[in-house]
């Protein structure tokens, strides 16, 4: 019989379930991988089930396989081609007839939940700032903030531009005090919020020096764990095998939704809009912040890491101070087409 590897589905907790579970080691027929822990597919079935019911066979034309909605909601199989992952789903399944079928999500689409969040955006910057009626989308969202909770014990970095090219102190390369505090990602103006990165590379590229200039870069550490959501990609982040059915239903539909939040956060924005496009990236913050959290990790946009805005910072201590040069600069561009 043909057995298959954690590697095969690009998932976490099935890679953990396959290591902890099955004492046999050596190929697998799927992926390839060798020396490898390897079970029956069918042994999965029962982690597949409550998965499967999300979707219905459907003659719709949007109508797509299995294997389709499973890599494009789930982002399962990472490690296999169309073909052997329908043919590994076949095997789960026990029926080679399972991806010849054609199939679509069961409840209602997250596209509602998107349209909303557009609405929402809008309202935000040209009519209620305060009171706004859109935001139901949002206040349903703790349940699957639970689900990208991550707890972290991390250095990390934070830069300035150093004009006179002495270092700052530590003190200094804190968040700044309340009075000067302005609009930021995370932040509304007058609230501070602790912007930090996960190396001297992304902080310092993501405060947009000039070529030249020197940059200050402080280290921070987490004197304990903090707990964040982690925006970055929900679709990893989540296992569908790790939540029960309830969970399962509602991650499923807001989704889209997750991975549209983040992309909120990661967006370049234009210094002379900022104060206008980044209330919806404020807003969401400010709920996380509420529902407990210490902070959000997402994408950094502009460097090769990751950037987290911390909202209690009363865990974080400086460690080191350094001084950058700015050697290099790129940008990249391309034609653009105004409607």
């Given at each position: ?85 329908e043919k590994l789903l076949a095997h789960i399944f026990d029926n080679l007839d399972v991806f010849r079928c054609e199939f679509l999500p069961s409840q209602d689409s997250e596209t509602t939940a998107i349209l909303q969040w557009e609405a929402f955006r809008e309202e935000l910057k040209h009519q209620r700032r305060f009171f706004p009626t859109n935001n139901s989308e949002i ?201």
């Open positions: 019989m043909e057995k298959c590897c954690g590697g095969c589905f690009g998932d976490w907790f099935l890679a953990d379930y396959i290591d902890d579970s099955s004492d046999e080691v050596g190929e697998c027929k799927f992926c390839g991988s060798r020396d490898v822990k390897i079970i029956s597919p069918q042994e999965l079935l029962f982690h597949f089930d409550s998965l499967f019911e999300l979707y219905e066979e459907s003659v719709d034309p949007e109508a797509t396989s299995l294997e389709s909605l499973l890599r494009e909601d789930w982002g399962l199989f990472e490690g296999l081609g169309r073909v052997k992952a206040l349903n969202l703790e349940t699957s903030f639970v689900a990208l909770e991550s707890r972290a014990t991390l250095t990390v970095c934070r830069a300035r531009v150093c004009d006179q090219g002495v270092p700052f102190s530590l003190d200094e390369m804190g968040k700044p005090p309340e009075k000067l505090v302005g609009n930021g990602r995370a932040n509304p103006v007058g609230i501070p919020c602790l912007y930090v990165a996960s190396d001297a590379a992304t902080a310092v590229a993501e405060i947009r020096p000039h070529k030249g200039e020197i940059v200050c870069v402080a280290e921070f550490e987490f004197r304990s764990a903090l707990s964040f959501v982690d925006l970055r990609d929900p679709r990893k982040k989540i296992s569908p095998f790790s939540l029960d059915e309830e969970d399962l239903r509602m991650v499923h539909r807001n989704m889209g939704y997750l991975c549209r939040l983040g992309g909120e956060l990661t967006m370049p924005i234009l210094p002379r809009t900022a104060h206008l496009d980044y209330l919806p990236s404020q807003y969401l913050c400010e709920f996380i912040k509420s529902c407990g959290y210490d902070g959000v990790v997402y994408k950094s946009a502009m460097g090769p890491g990751v950037n987290y805005a911390i909202f209690n910072d009363s865990e974080v201590s400086g460690k080191d101070v350094s001084l950058y040069q700015v050697n290099h600069v790129h940008v990249e561009s391309s034609p653009f087409n105004p409607l």
